[in-house]
């Protein structure tokens, strides 16, 4: 199911790359995306530490844009 | 549920193409402690971060962390006793940028006394389009051995893979989004039918014995987990000096377990000098195909679990935070330093896995009330950047 939903997005990425792309954001015009606040993952070492509670505690893993490791948490 | 589904199709067709600049990581440290309390079981312990950047195309960094634990949680209680444990954990990591590509190599070891993993990772970023779209992939080796306290004689060996992609898309001047695919595969290595590697050796499930009362056995999983993952996150900025973060994910694996989670996330800086963060996270999962709270009899099945993790459940997070910007000067060397405080709150409500520490004169077998989790976990952190 997840499988066939990542191949639909890249198909749709796909027919996008086809035609030519400028970038609509200029470089003078991200200074709100380049403020701390629009930060993912602003802290982490905060961050990695929350992800291995949510991993310790959930049997769901990945997805989150996190490296991981082995952590013994079974 | 639906409406994650639509949420992330959505969110997919109008990304249309996939965020960032290459650029090095900030130089900083990072001190963190952190502490866990809930379902009996207390976890705390420090956490450091330095990252450092050699010249202008090399960043480099080092993370040590210590989980100090002390655990008469619901398991233990049931058929073990109390233990205290330590785990520690080293990570190096390195980051070469060339042009607009980011190359990254990480080693991870954990280490206590009766588990011990191994874990190498790499990966490529690249960035396109004027740096308005970032697609990385990344791929990490794991290599785990599984060992028991009472026994040292046992060694489970586990092998562990994990393949990534990942995109990002700046897709207007106020609006971040990312996109991140896992698919992960854990393979005991060398053992026999009756062995396994991927659950807790000391856990047992529980069965009928035909007379009202049940007994225990050792818990017996599969030899392989296969899991994919697909997870969108989202920041907006909002209309004043704030922003708000969206997180979906899907998950499922080859042991029929099926979870969503969504997350709300709101960042309110005020006065400079600080930050506020409020969260909310929902999470719910389908439970394993060979879980049960109570099997009808003793090897009723090849595999058996009754590990609350792999039970049906739902949970939520509240989370709320503060950063505190210290005021340059104050602390010398670094250009910039913060204190930070955060604390998460998890509710977790399982469907299928009852507190058997009951007493089985108040309540018949497989009649116990259903078992609920509270935990508190705190973070509190220094950082600087230099």
Same mark, same amino acid.
Request: charge should be negative.
């Given at each position: 199911?997840? +499988?066939?939903? +990542?191949?639909?997005?890249?198909?749709?990425?796909? +027919?996008?790359?086809?035609?030519?792309?400028?970038?609509?954001?200029?470089?003078?015009?991200?200074?709100?995306?380049?403020?701390?606040?629009?930060?993912?993952?602003?802290?982490?070492?905060?961050?990695?530490?929350?992800?291995?509670?949510?991993?310790?505690?959930?049997?769901?893993?990945?997805?989150?844009?996190?490296?991981?490791?082995?952590?013994?948490?079974? | 549920?639906?409406?994650?589904?639509?949420?992330?199709?959505?969110?997919?067709?109008?990304?249309?193409?996939?965020?960032?600049?290459?650029?090095?990581?900030?130089?900083?440290?990072?001190?963190?402690?952190?502490?866990?309390?809930?379902?009996?079981?207390? &976890?705390?312990?420090?956490?450091?971060?330095?990252?450092?950047?050699?010249?202008?195309?090399?960043?480099?960094?080092?993370?040590?962390?210590?989980?100090?634990?002390?655990?008469?949680? &619901?398991?233990?209680?049931?058929?073990?006793?109390?233990?205290?444990?330590?785990?520690?954990?080293?990570?190096?990591?390195?980051?070469?940028? &060339?042009?607009?590509?980011?190359?990254?190599?990480?080693?991870?070891?954990?280490?206590?006394?009766?588990?011990?993993?191994?874990?190498?990772?790499?990966?490529?970023?690249?960035?396109?389009?004027?740096?308005?779209?970032?697609?990385?992939?990344?791929?990490?080796?794991?290599?785990?051995?599984?060992?028991?306290?009472?026994?040292?004689?046992?060694?489970?060996?586990?092998?562990?893979?994990?393949?990534?992609?990942?995109?990002?898309?700046?897709?207007?001047?106020?609006?971040?989004?990312?996109?991140?695919?896992?698919?992960?595969?854990?393979?005991?290595?060398?053992?026999?039918?009756?062995?396994?590697?991927?659950?807790?050796?000391?856990?047992?499930?529980?069965?009928?014995?035909?007379?009202?009362?049940?007994?225990?056995?050792?818990?017996?999983?599969?030899?392989?987990?296969?899991?994919?993952?697909?997870?969108?996150?989202? &920041?907006?900025?909002?209309?004043?000096?704030?922003?708000?973060?969206?997180?979906?994910?899907?998950?499922?694996?080859?042991?029929?377990?099926?979870?969503?989670?969504?997350?709300?996330?709101?960042?309110?800086?005020?006065?400079?000098?600080?930050?506020?963060?409020?969260?909310?996270?929902?999470?719910?999962?389908?439970?394993?195909?060979?879980?049960?709270?109570?099997?009808?009899?003793?090897?009723?099945?090849?595999?058996?679990?009754?590990?609350?993790?792999?039970?049906?459940?739902?949970?939520?997070?509240?989370?709320?935070?503060?950063?505190?910007?210290?005021?340059?000067?104050?602390?010398?060397?670094?250009?910039?330093?913060?204190?930070?405080?955060?604390?998460?709150?998890?509710?977790?409500?399982?469907?299928?896995?009852?507190?058997?520490?009951?007493?089985?004169?108040?309540?018949?077998?497989?009649?116990?009330?259903?078992?609920?989790?509270?935990?508190?976990?705190?973070?509190?952190?220094?950082?600087?950047?230099?």
């Amino acid at each position: 199911m997840i +499988l066939r939903r +990542l191949l639909f997005i890249v198909l749709l990425f796909s +027919l996008v790359a086809c035609s030519p792309i400028k970038p609509w954001v200029k470089p003078y015009e991200r200074q709100k995306i380049a403020d701390e606040i629009m930060s993912f993952e602003r802290d982490p070492i905060a961050d990695s530490y929350l992800h291995h509670v949510y991993d310790a505690r959930e049997a769901a893993r990945g997805g989150d844009g996190a490296s991981g490791g082995g952590c013994g948490c079974n | 549920m639906a409406v994650i589904n639509r949420l992330l199709l959505l969110a997919f067709v109008l990304l249309g193409n996939i965020v960032h600049a290459a650029v090095l990581p900030d130089e900083r440290i990072d001190l963190l402690y952190h502490g866990y309390d809930g379902g009996g079981a207390q &976890i705390d312990g420090p956490s450091i971060l330095v990252r450092k950047n050699i010249g202008a195309s090399v960043s480099v960094a080092a993370n040590y962390y210590v989980d100090m634990v002390s655990s008469a949680s &619901i398991d233990v209680q049931a058929t073990a006793s109390p233990y205290s444990e330590e785990r520690k954990e080293q990570g190096f990591s390195g980051q070469y940028l &060339i042009d607009r590509s980011t190359i990254k190599l990480g080693y991870t070891s954990s280490k206590e006394n009766d588990y011990d993993a191994s874990t190498y990772s790499f990966g490529i970023d690249q960035s396109f389009f004027g740096d308005l779209t970032t697609v990385g992939f990344g791929v990490s080796f794991g290599e785990d051995v599984v060992g028991q306290n009472t026994d040292p004689t046992y060694k489970r060996d586990l092998q562990r893979r994990k393949y990534s992609i990942n995109a990002s898309q700046i897709v207007t001047k106020n609006l971040l989004a990312s996109l991140s695919f896992d698919s992960a595969t854990d393979q005991c290595l060398n053992l026999t039918q009756d062995e396994s590697c991927l659950n807790n050796p000391y856990r047992s499930v529980r069965y009928l014995t035909g007379t009202g009362g049940y007994l225990y056995q050792s818990e017996r999983y599969p030899h392989t987990r296969n899991s994919d993952a697909l997870g969108l996150r989202a &920041i907006y900025y909002l209309p004043y000096r704030a922003s708000v973060r969206v997180e979906a994910r899907q998950f499922s694996d080859s042991w029929g377990i099926d979870a969503d989670n969504i997350e709300l996330r709101y960042l309110h800086p005020y006065d400079e000098q600080w930050l506020f963060e409020v969260k909310y996270r929902i999470y719910s999962q389908s439970g394993a195909d060979f879980y049960a709270d109570l099997f009808p009899y003793r090897d009723a099945q090849n595999f058996l679990a009754r590990d609350k993790e792999l039970s049906e459940f739902s949970s939520t997070t509240i989370g709320l935070g503060v950063t505190y910007k210290i005021p340059a000067g104050v602390i010398p060397w670094f250009d910039k330093s913060t204190a930070n405080l955060y604390w998460d709150r998890f509710d977790i409500d399982y469907d299928d896995f009852r507190d058997a520490r009951v007493s089985p004169t108040d309540f018949a077998a497989g009649a116990e009330p259903l078992y609920n989790l509270q935990a508190d976990v705190f973070r509190f952190y220094l950082s600087f950047w230099f």
